[in-house]
């Protein structure tokens, strides 16, 4: 008969012997399974998930924009605004075709439909110039605060091609002149650049921020003294914007003025500091630099 201690320690191996059996079962099972197989290849087990969707060919795949809602992208439509139909809609502005367009957003179609690159009816239309077209667009609804496929807003398109008549339309539309272009410039930032004096005056009028900065830190006197617009300078002093007005690396005006050698403004920029001394005794006075 075996005694107790031998009976104890042979029960406990047998236990042993029973726990590592179940263990080397799971992990065989394991092993033989396809997708053990596929991860120690190195290779992803691709998962069923049915028939894959054919890719739609009106689908617009583009990062978010803040300016951007429902309805503006040629997939986001719904019943009765067939693929057909956006698309006549923008071959019609590209033709300058005023009867079809009027037709079209007349049946409903969403007048801020989006190609893949970002163009838009009215940018097509500003673009080329078509004031009637960019008439009937902004009164269907388009947006204006956008950037078309040239990271241009459709107002900082008209000043870049010195339409006037067009900046007039938008701005009656409301279009805010504050939105940037992929410049990192407003719209008045490219008027006074550009020396679009017209279009930098009738911003002014309507109320665009004198001390938004352009892309290089200026402001719109220091903006207007490298340029050498002695109009816009005179217009942004009369609307009270400090002859001071310093940029992003805290350079006056003067400054440009004198290193673009443009006289005409460091005179005048003088004389309205003088007068704003007179105006104000603790007024910082200009110093040609």
Same mark, same amino acid.
């Given at each position: 008969?075996?005694?107790?201690?031998?009976?104890?320690?042979?029960?406990?191996?047998?236990?042993?012997?029973?726990?590592?059996?179940?263990?080397?079962?799971?992990?065989?099972?394991?092993?033989?399974?396809?997708?053990?197989?596929?991860?120690?290849?190195?290779?992803?087990?691709?998962?069923?998930?049915?028939?894959?969707?054919?890719?739609?060919?009106?689908?617009?795949?583009?990062?978010?924009?803040?300016?951007?809602?429902?309805?503006?992208?040629?997939?986001?439509?719904?019943?009765?605004?067939?693929?057909?139909?956006?698309?006549?809609?923008?071959?019609?502005?590209?033709?300058?075709?005023?009867?079809?367009?009027?037709?079209?957003?007349?049946?409903?179609?969403?007048?801020?439909?989006?190609?893949?690159? *970002?163009? $838009?009816? /009215?940018?097509? !239309?500003?673009?080329?110039?078509? =004031?009637?077209?960019?008439?009937?667009? #902004?009164? @269907? +609804?388009?947006?204006?605060?956008?950037?078309?496929?040239?990271?241009?807003?459709?107002?900082?398109?008209?000043?870049?091609?010195?339409?006037?008549?067009?900046?007039?339309?938008?701005?009656?539309?409301?279009?805010?002149?504050?939105?940037?272009?992929?410049?990192?410039?407003?719209?008045?930032?490219?008027?006074?650049?550009?020396?679009?004096?017209?279009?930098?005056?009738?911003?002014?009028?309507?109320?665009?921020?004198?001390?938004?900065?352009?892309?290089? *830190?200026? $402001?719109? /006197?220091?903006? !207007?003294?490298?340029?050498?617009? =002695?109009?816009?300078?005179?217009?942004? #002093?009369? @609307? +009270?914007?400090?002859?001071?007005?310093?940029?992003?690396?805290?350079?006056?005006?003067?400054?440009?003025?004198?290193?673009?050698?443009?006289?005409?403004?460091?005179?005048?920029?003088?004389?309205?500091?003088?007068?704003?001394?007179?105006?104000?005794?603790?007024?910082?006075?200009?110093?040609?630099?």
């Amino acid at each position: 008969m075996m005694n107790r201690p031998v009976l104890l320690r042979t029960m406990r191996v047998a236990n042993l012997l029973r726990s590592w059996s179940a263990v080397l079962v799971i992990v065989g099972s394991a092993a033989s399974s396809p997708v053990h197989a596929t991860e120690a290849s190195g290779a992803v087990p691709a998962l069923d998930r049915g028939p894959r969707a054919k890719p739609d060919p009106d689908r617009v795949i583009r990062p978010p924009e803040p300016w951007r809602r429902p309805g503006d992208s040629i997939a986001e439509f719904g019943p009765g605004h067939d693929s057909a139909g956006r698309r006549a809609l923008l071959e019609a502005t590209r033709a300058d075709d005023v009867e079809t367009i009027r037709t079209l957003l007349a049946a409903g179609i969403n007048p801020n439909i989006a190609t893949p690159g *970002g163009d $838009r009816p /009215l940018s097509i !239309a500003v673009e080329r110039q078509q =004031l009637e077209t960019v008439r009937l667009l #902004l009164l @269907a +609804g388009a947006r204006t605060d956008f950037r078309a496929a040239s990271g241009l807003t459709p107002l900082a398109t008209a000043v870049l091609l010195d339409d006037l008549p067009t900046v007039e339309v938008l701005l009656r539309a409301r279009a805010d002149p504050e939105v940037r272009s992929s410049n990192r410039n407003t719209a008045l930032n490219d008027a006074v650049a550009l020396s679009r004096t017209a279009i930098a005056l009738r911003l002014i009028d309507a109320g665009a921020d004198l001390e938004a900065p352009d892309r290089l *830190g200026r $402001r719109v /006197l220091g903006g !207007a003294a490298a340029s050498g617009n =002695l109009v816009v300078m005179e217009a942004a #002093l009369a @609307a +009270g914007v400090d002859p001071d007005q310093r940029d992003r690396n805290e350079r006056p005006p003067v400054y440009w003025a004198n290193v673009l050698v443009h006289s005409d403004i460091v005179a005048l920029l003088e004389r309205a500091s003088q007068r704003r001394s007179r105006d104000r005794p603790d007024a910082f006075t200009v110093t040609p630099r």
